[in-house]
């Protein structure tokens, strides 16, 4: 039986079994617990349900629903294969006899499940005696909570374990200790993780897991300082190893490192394997060599979806939507299963190109195959693409059929509508949010400050700004700072926008400035933008282009001819010309969008004259052509 349920084929266990039970005189073997632990794990790789439930009414029948194996075995089934948690836990919970395998089992079933707290509070229970004095946790019981912790994002419980590891002595385990190194290094502390490595018993877990750590922190340098430490110990290297200095190349975008060890792959045969293959797809992506990585992508396995995705986020990375799409159309046609990556690299292609035929097209894909309906990330995607398309009734159609909404997906609708100019529809969402307690973050706030920007609604957007502050203690950024400038700016009040600037708890940036210097021409405020740009030193030693262009305006305004020529002077010595402009690609997607921005674009263009005095004429011989004609590139 233990030899048939582990064959490639695990059907032969259960025609075994029945041939077993129609013998005219059964063995005492048919009353073995472990013949039907073999029988249950049959049925849960080959994901026979029904045939499970039928070998527990046979348990029950002959007595053995007791048995602790037979437990663990069907608590482990249910979980696998049928993922019916309840009947699980009411095994759990009936059971006769428990033991840590029992225990683990049960605690590893609500993580896969989501359930990280309810996971949690059996160890607790654990703890305070709640399961018997004797059932006590082991090593396996740690690696299971602390593996939720990163999963889950539970920072302080993950503090609270690792603790209670030191304590119990079993930070001295190896596998404790190494995910411990992967729970500090995906936390950003990296420090925690460089001495829990370095107080253990190493074995090349420990050491990849350190490498890629530092990769995945940013940290190349040593990344492949320890890489060189682990060859000096002796440490034989795996793909894992590999795949972590690749992503260490990713990260720092060092194409020429990356090159060497896409060498060594080839010279230890893994460059052909999957996944060094999709880790090294993404590394060229990053250092923008995508015909390397379309190279590599030929050369791998088409059955893997893994590739594939690679190879598409390759291409949104470099800007090459179409050709991300295009590679959607081949995975239909050779009837490769999508993932939610793949789906989520193909909303981020539509996104950035503005097809929104194409999303409409992985929208319906979606929702065509159940295992990706009612993927949180994925309707975040769509409600994103939606919005920056310009159509919010679709965005709103997925926002209302979602099954969970997370933070992300409040603040996907809320920004949605803010960038579409409704502004009323973004704060009923945001209070909507608040009804339902869900705390906004930082990015929420951006959305309710810039729908309060586009409307003028200086005084509620000074409220909302005041209770990021003080009701959920969030520091403002850069970018609400300059929301709240373009704000007061915009309605006039540059007296109270000069003052913001001055109070700000950090270091304005060129935009900040260039929002109030813009705000002062467009008011006729021409004393406080000439205060502003006497005492500015980060414009007038600035090298870009666009601050030199609004110098050179403020001049003209001011009919200072000399200082306009001063500035095309430094444009010249410093080679730089203003950013031609262009359409967007959204704008033909969406013309009301365009029609939007057109009647905002007439409400705020000015013209001036220019009066025929000497400097006049000197500008004007700089600005137009030889026959008269607009000089594009220096207007």
Known sequence: ?????????????????????????????????????????????????????????????????????????????????????????????????????????????????????????????LLRGGFGLILKPNYVTLVILVSGCVEFGEFYVGNVLHSYCCKTGLDLNKEVCNVLIDYYSKCGCIREAERVFSDSDKDLVSWNTMITGYAKSGDSRKAFALYRKMRKNNIALDRVTLIGLITACAKCRDRKVGNVIHGYAKVWGMDNTVAVGTALINMYSKCGLIQYARKLFEQLPKQFIDSWNSMIHGYVECGLNNEALDLFTQIESQKLKADEVTMLGLILACRNSGEMHAGCHIHSYIESNSYLTGSTRLCNALIDLYAKCGSMTRAKRV????????????????????????????????????????????????????????????????????????????????EHYGCMVDMNARAGLLGNAHQFVKKM?????????????????????????????????????????????????????????DDVLHQRSVMRVQEASKVAGKSSPLIDKAPHIANCYYAKALQTMHLTTVSKSSGARRFADIMLGPRGQINLRNS
């Open 1 to 125: 039986m233990r030899k048939h349920a582990s064959d490639p084929n695990p059907v032969k266990a259960l025609t075994f079994f029945q041939d077993m039970v129609n013998l005219d005189n059964p063995s005492s073997s048919i009353f073995d617990p472990f013949v039907f632990a073999s029988l249950i794990k049959a049925c849960n790789r080959i994901g026979a349900l029904r045939e499970g439930k039928a070998v527990q009414c046979y348990v029950i029948k002959v007595g053995l629903d007791c048995n602790v194996y037979v437990l663990n075995s069907l608590i482990h089934f249910y979980l696998d294969c049928g993922k019916l948690l309840n009947y699980a836990r009411v095994l759990f919970d009936t059971s006769c006899e428990r033991n840590v395998v029992t225990f683990n089992c049960m605690v590893s079933g609500y993580m896969k499940a989501g359930d990280f707290r309810v996971g949690l509070s059996l160890f607790v229970k």
């Open 505 to 561: 708890s950090i270091e304005p940036n060129a935009i900040i400035w260039r929002m109030l210097m813009n705000s002062c021409r467009v008011h006729n405020h021409s004393d406080l933008l000439l205060n502003i740009v006497n005492a500015l030193d980060i414009l007038k030693t600035s090298s870009d282009p666009e601050d030199h262009v609004l110098f050179s305006n403020f001049f003209a305004e001011a009919e200072k001819w």
């Open 399 to 478: 926002f209302d059929a979602m099954p969970n909404r997370d933070v992300i997906s409040w603040t996907s609708i809320i920004m949605g509508y803010a960038l579409n100019g409704e502004v009323e529809e973004a704060l009923v969402a945001f209070k909507h949010m608040d009804a339902e307690k869900i705390a906004p973050n930082s990015i929420t706030f951006l959305g309710v400050l810039l729908a309060c920007n586009h409307a003028g609604w200086t005084e509620a957007g000074s409220n909302l700004y005041a209770i990021m502050q003080k009701v959920y203690q969030i520091e403002p950024t850069i």
